[in-house]
């Protein structure tokens, strides 16, 4: 069963313990890359949608945007925006319309801590996918000889590895205002290889990997990607890739 670590203090942090995300370049790069995928606008939906911060520059591009998100406190950040929000797992949830594109930015496929919702994820999005639409995710890849992810005076974050489970506990410290503040989460870390499998599994092809937004090349020295998966026209469910 799918949790949130994403409660009321997160929600209400959330720009200031990532600021990095909130960099206009890197929104820019991204709603750019999105929109391009729907060019004349179209529609969007993304899982765990937070609290809008790509979804809301993404509808001022002209699309309709809408959002799975499973924590109501990131979600009540979207009230009043336009952007409307389907309380719930995005493995499971279910809308009755297809989109253009469906999305899940920043690692969030490894908020699902299992092999078995990943899969159920990539399922749901070709479910929710028009034939022809795309689903982008944008992860890391796993580090497991470079535990610490971020060393600011503000934040560190170290990545502790469990190999025989795939899991990977995230721990974080800031200081905020003055004080320390500690949060954890598990992951399920993943390397593209197995989320190409998985897209395969539920009829969808590759179409596109970068290392960023930007469309840099993705190489060994790549350390998170951008995939693109396709969902075919005809209704043939293991397409395999070219
Ligand atoms: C790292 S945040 C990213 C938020 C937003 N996508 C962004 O890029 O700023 C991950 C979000 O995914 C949500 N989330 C995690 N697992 C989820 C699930 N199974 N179903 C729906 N939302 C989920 C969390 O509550 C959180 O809001």
């Given at each position: 069963m799918a949790e949130t670590h994403f409660g009321e203090w997160i929600a209400a942090h959330y720009a200031t313990l990532w600021p990095e995300l909130f960099d206009?370049?890197?929104?820019?790069?991204?709603?750019?890359f999105l929109a391009g995928l729907a060019p004349g606008g179209g529609s969007a939906l993304e899982f765990g949608v937070g609290t809008g911060r790509i979804a809301i520059p993404l509808q001022d591009q002209g699309l309709e945007v809408y959002g799975m998100e499973l924590?109501?406190?990131?979600?009540?950040?979207l009230d009043g925006t336009g952007v409307e929000v389907l309380v719930g797992d995005y493995?499971?949830?279910?809308?009755?319309r297809t989109f253009d594109i469906v999305y899940l930015l920043r690692n969030t496929i490894t908020n699902l801590v299992t092999q078995d919702e990943q899969v159920r994820a990539f399922?749901?999005?070709?479910?929710?996918?028009?034939?022809g639409g795309c689903f982008v995710v944008e992860?890391?890849?796993?580090?497991?000889?470079?535990?610490?992810?971020?060393?600011?005076p503000e934040h560190l974050g170290v990545e502790e590895y469990d190999l025989a489970t795939q899991i990977a506990v995230s721990r974080h410290r800031w200081i905020i205002d003055g004080e320390q503040r500690e949060f954890s989460s598990p992951h399920r870390y993943v390397w593209p290889a197995e989320l190409d499998l998985m897209a395969r599994i539920a009829g969808l092809r590759l179409r596109e990997r970068w290392s960023d937004w930007h469309r840099a090349p993705f190489?060994?020295?790549?350390?998170?990607?951008?995939?693109?998966?396709?969902?075919?026209?005809?209704?043939?469910?293991?397409?395999?890739?070219?």
């Open positions: 206009p370049a890197l929104i820019g790069a991204t709603v750019g924590s109501p406190a990131m979600a009540a950040h493995a499971t949830a279910h809308m009755t399922e749901n999005a070709a479910a929710h996918l028009r034939p992860n890391y890849i796993p580090r497991l000889r470079d535990r610490v992810f971020a060393e600011t190489t060994a020295a790549s350390t998170d990607h951008v995939s693109v998966w396709a969902k075919p026209f005809s209704h043939s469910r293991a397409v395999p890739n070219s």
